[in-house]
């Protein structure tokens, strides 16, 4: 796991306005006092302009795609959004307003409106929320706009936008006023689009596979299914220590033992670890498991959902829906079935040029010379597991299922049929990321418990990034699993490639930060 980072971009310290932005404060609170609360803050729309709802930007441009400049229709629309630009003819005036689907340029005539009201629009400043209602037309110019007969304040905003061109610039400001962000760059609000194409995708693909969508506990005595480090705190009423969960695994399996087949669920993990582009302490994921199924029906699944993910996400991201070749940090990336598959150990045999085995005595000789310092207490499957992770992973382009890795550092996993050093277990990576980890999954309580000993004894060495003895999931698992493959594909992770943003932090909306001046 990376070593802890500080988040990037410099803390914020908050400080008492000063100069031209302490006028432009006290300005916007001296419009707020002259248009008074009542019309500064209004309840909703139909308090105002008699309707529900405002009809969508999109809907109208998708409506009405042919007018010709210069022209007039009977169609009257009711529109709303955030003033994004503001233009000053005299006794025309030119209002952009921004929804959640786009822009839409409003025209304010002072002949069409009472003289009261089309003086107020001096009180309306980039950043407002207004509402208005007339009709459809088109200017000289050929741009699409509503020719406004009424209009009111919907909220006034006491705060500027970021300027125009040089406005939300600092990663740090961006991530802790996403709200502003959002606002004024379209990138974040198309990763936004993206995750929930991508979550409705996943649901889809599994519910047509007859899966149960299920919700475990995210506050846990044990946290296991993984080796990390997890958040510890206090419930009060039950006067015990629980553990954000680090995993969603062990309760799927639960599910499996009480008869559901097919599991699944989309849920938030917490790891108190490191900050860097593929890692974040908080993250989405998605696990699956299916009895009867194995490691090979995992990779079957998993293509799919990243093939039809992709497809989704192209959507969003205005490409071709059937394009699987994608931008990728500079390069393309093919993600067209079907994946490449390759063995760890012949992999890393490749990397290093010579053969590489579990029984090989100079194994941590071979990694020493590649610049992995071999940690006493490793086994044989660590050291070829850190070998993979430093020279291979990186280099793996092309969507790859890198299958089969040792015993050792596979705890859930069920040993291998053809060789019983190694689990049947894959790790799926794509640009270099791994996407997805799969298991035909270990149903022996008593070669479970036996896995989870050992790592007991690898607690000293690695401290808590170690597999918790879980006595209630042994009790489970000693009641009868059925054969099962299981998967967890990383949501932050996928769209990371998906969408070819630079990091995790870009993606989750809010990640956690240092308070400001902290």
């Given at each position: 796991?990376?070593?802890?980072t500080?988040p990037?971009g410099?803390a914020?310290e908050?400080?008492?306005?000063?100069?031209r932005e302490a006028?432009v404060?006290?300005?916007?609170r001296?419009?707020l006092?002259?248009?008074?609360?009542?019309?500064?803050f209004?309840i909703n729309l139909?308090?105002?302009?008699d309707v529900d709802?405002?009809?969508?930007t999109r809907?109208?441009?998708?409506?009405?795609?042919?007018l010709?400049?210069?022209?007039?229709?009977?169609?009257?629309?009711?529109?709303a959004?955030r003033?994004?630009?503001?233009?000053?003819?005299?006794r025309?005036?030119f209002?952009?307003?921004?929804?959640?689907?786009?822009?839409l340029?409003?025209?304010?005539?002072?002949?069409s409106?009472?003289?009261?009201r089309?003086?107020?629009?001096?009180?309306?400043?980039?950043?407002?929320?207004?509402?208005?209602?007339?009709?459809?037309?088109?200017?000289?110019?050929?741009?699409l706009?509503?020719?406004?007969?009424?209009?009111?304040?919907?909220t006034?905003?006491?705060r500027?936008?970021?300027e125009?061109w040089h406005?939300l610039?600092?990663?740090?400001?961006?991530?802790?006023?996403r709200?502003?962000?959002l606002?004024?760059?379209?990138?974040?609000?198309?990763?936004v689009?993206?995750?929930a194409a991508?979550l409705?995708?996943?649901r889809?693909?599994?519910?047509d596979?007859?899966?149960?969508?299920f919700?475990?506990p995210i506050?846990?005595?044990?946290?296991?299914?993984?080796?990390a480090?997890?958040f510890?705190?206090?419930?009060?009423?039950?006067?015990?220590d629980?553990?954000?969960?680090?995993?969603?695994?062990?309760?799927?399996k639960?599910?499996?033992?009480?008869?559901?087949?097919?599991?699944?669920e989309?849920?938030?993990n917490?790891r108190?670890?490191?900050?860097?582009?593929e890692?974040?302490?908080e993250f989405?994921?998605l696990?699956?498991y299916q009895?009867?199924g194995d490691?090979?029906?995992?990779?079957e699944?998993s293509?799919?959902?990243v093939?039809?993910?992709?497809?989704?996400?192209?959507?969003v991201?205005?490409?071709?829906?059937?394009?699987l070749?994608?931008?990728s940090?500079?390069?393309?990336l093919?993600?067209?079935?079907?994946?490449e598959?390759?063995?760890?150990?012949?992999?890393?045999?490749?990397?290093?040029?010579?053969?590489?085995?579990?029984?090989?005595?100079?194994?941590r000789?071979i990694?020493?010379?590649?610049g992995?310092?071999?940690?006493?207490g490793?086994?044989?499957?660590?050291?070829?597991q850190?070998?993979?992770?430093r020279?291979?992973e990186?280099?793996?382009?092309r969507?790859?299922?890198?299958c089969d890795?040792?015993?050792?550092?596979s705890p859930?996993?069920?040993?291998h049929?053809?060789?019983?050093?190694l689990?049947?277990h894959?790790?799926?990576?794509?640009g270099?990321?791994?996407?997805?980890t799969?298991?035909?999954?270990?149903?022996?309580?008593?070669?479970?418990?036996?896995?989870?000993?050992?790592?007991?004894?690898m607690?000293?060495i690695?401290?808590?990034?170690?597999?918790p003895?879980?006595e209630?999931?042994?009790?489970a698992?000693?009641h009868?699993m059925?054969p099962?493959?299981?998967m967890?594909?990383?949501?932050?992770?996928?769209?990371?490639?998906?969408t070819?943003?630079?990091?995790?932090r870009d993606?989750?909306m809010?990640?956690?930060?240092?308070?400001?001046?902290?």
């Amino acid at each position: 796991m990376p070593e802890p980072t500080e988040p990037p971009g410099p803390a914020v310290e908050e400080r008492t306005p000063t100069g031209r932005e302490a006028e432009v404060l006290a300005a916007r609170r001296a419009s707020l006092e002259r248009l008074g609360r009542d019309r500064a803050f209004a309840i909703n729309l139909r308090s105002v302009l008699d309707v529900d709802e405002p009809t969508s930007t999109r809907a109208i441009r998708e409506g009405n795609p042919d007018l010709v400049p210069d022209t007039t229709t009977a169609q009257r629309f009711v529109v709303a959004g955030r003033v994004i630009l503001k233009r000053d003819l005299g006794r025309l005036k030119f209002v952009t307003i921004r929804d959640r689907d786009g822009d839409l340029q409003l025209v304010f005539a002072k002949a069409s409106l009472p003289e009261d009201r089309f003086g107020q629009l001096d009180e309306v400043d980039l950043g407002d929320i207004i509402g208005a209602g007339g009709y459809l037309g088109t200017t000289r110019t050929g741009e699409l706009s509503i020719f406004v007969e009424r209009w009111a304040m919907l909220t006034k905003a006491l705060r500027p936008l970021p300027e125009k061109w040089h406005g939300l610039q600092d990663p740090d400001l961006q991530q802790r006023r996403r709200y502003l962000h959002l606002i004024a760059d379209d990138a974040p609000r198309r990763y936004v689009l993206a995750r929930a194409a991508t979550l409705r995708t996943m649901r889809r693909v599994l519910d047509d596979r007859g899966f149960v969508e299920f919700e475990g506990p995210i506050l846990q005595a044990i946290a296991g299914g993984a080796n990390a480090r997890p958040f510890t705190t206090h419930h009060r009423a039950l006067d015990i220590d629980l553990k954000l969960r680090i995993s969603l695994e062990l309760y799927l399996k639960r599910m499996l033992v009480g008869g559901l087949e097919r599991v699944y669920e989309l849920g938030r993990n917490f790891r108190n670890e490191g900050i860097d582009r593929e890692h974040n302490p908080e993250f989405s994921m998605l696990e699956a498991y299916q009895a009867y199924g194995d490691y090979h029906t995992m990779m079957e699944l998993s293509e799919t959902l990243v093939v039809e993910c992709c497809r989704a996400v192209n959507v969003v991201m205005g490409r071709g829906p059937d394009d699987l070749t994608i931008p990728s940090r500079g390069r393309e990336l093919d993600l067209s079935p079907p994946f490449e598959r390759v063995t760890i150990l012949g992999s890393v045999s490749e990397a290093t040029g010579e053969e590489v085995s579990l029984d090989r005595p100079d194994l941590r000789a071979i990694a020493e010379r590649h610049g992995v310092e071999a940690d006493d207490g490793w086994g044989p499957g660590k050291v070829v597991q850190e070998l993979f992770e430093r020279l291979v992973e990186p280099t793996i382009w092309r969507p790859t299922f890198v299958c089969d890795f040792p015993r050792e550092v596979s705890p859930l996993a069920r040993p291998h049929r053809d060789d019983p050093a190694l689990t049947e277990h894959f790790d799926l990576v794509a640009g270099a990321v791994e996407l997805v980890t799969a298991f035909s999954e270990l149903t022996d309580p008593i070669e479970q418990r036996a896995k989870f000993e050992l790592q007991q004894q690898m607690k000293e060495i690695f401290g808590d990034e170690v597999h918790p003895m879980d006595e209630e999931f042994l009790r489970a698992l000693e009641h009868g699993m059925p054969p099962a493959g299981g998967m967890g594909m990383g949501v932050d992770r996928l769209l990371l490639v998906l969408t070819d943003a630079a990091s995790l932090r870009d993606l989750i909306m809010f990640p956690p930060q240092r308070s400001e001046g902290g």
